[in-house]
Structures are given as C-alpha cells and as structure tokens.
Nanobody, 126 residues
Framework: QVQLVESGGGLVQAGGSLNLSCAASGRTFSMYAMGWFRQAPGKEREFVAAISRSGGNTYDPDSVKGRFTISRDNAKNTVYLQMNSLKTEDTAVYYC???????????????????WGQGTQVTVSS
C-alpha cells in the first residue's frame, strides 16, 4: 500500500508555471505506475499525464501536450508535474494516482488506479 501527498499548487497568472510534486510513502514506489488527473467544479475527473514505473514511458493528452511534463525520481519516491504556459482552463484540483504495474505500462483512466492523493488546488487567473 502507498500513501500519496501532493504539493505545489497555488495561484498563478496565465502564462505562468507551477511544478507539482507527489510524495509517496513506502519502499516500493518504483513498482508503481503513476498518473496525474485534474477535476474542475462540475466536471468529470480528467487525465493529465501518466508515467511508467521506471519513467521510461510517458503520455499526456493533446490538451496539455507541449506545456506539461511528467517525471519521477524513484530515489526520492516522488512524481512531478511541471506545468508551463498555464491557461485559465487549467484551473482545477490536481490529483496524483498510483497503481502496481509491470514496467513499460502507463494508465490513462481513473479506474485503473488504486491509490489517490488528497489533491492540490491550481488556480490560473487571467
């Protein structure tokens, strides 16, 4: 079992940047594929980025492609989401998620994940 704690959210102007972190407890973090999702008020949870357990494979949707980058440091039990060129429509609560996985795999649907953090608010002002 793993516990996830996000940090790094806040208020930023459009065009700005934020770097979210998700710290995981336990000694088996390197066995978990990780993902980032977001949820705005009144909307469904949306996939933002995913990374395989070794970090060798990543994927992000067109809505954030070229602006967001997911990465991980298994030695620090942490996954990151670097967000650049932020837009007002990026405003949401951002969640990290994890699941045990074979290497090379990443997952894009919330139902594929077992563990979730409590979320961190990102607000982008115009």
């Amino acid at each position: 079992q793993v516990q996830l704690v996000e940090s790094g959210g806040g208020l930023v102007q459009a065009g700005g940047s934020l770097n979210l972190s998700c710290a995981a407890s336990g000694r088996t973090f390197s066995m978990y594929a990780m993902g980032w999702f977001r949820q705005a008020p009144g909307k469904e949870r949306e996939f933002v980025a995913a990374i395989s357990r070794s970090g060798g494979n990543t994927y992000d949707p067109d809505s954030v492609k070229g602006r967001f980058t997911i990465s991980r440091d298994n030695a620090k039990n942490t996954v990151y989401l670097q967000m650049n060129s932020l837009k007002t429509e990026d405003t949401a609560v951002y969640y990290c998620a994890g699941r045990l996985s074979d290497d090379a795999y990443f997952y894009t649907h919330p139902k594929n994940y077992e563990y979730w953090g409590q979320g961190t608010q990102v607000t982008v002002s115009s």
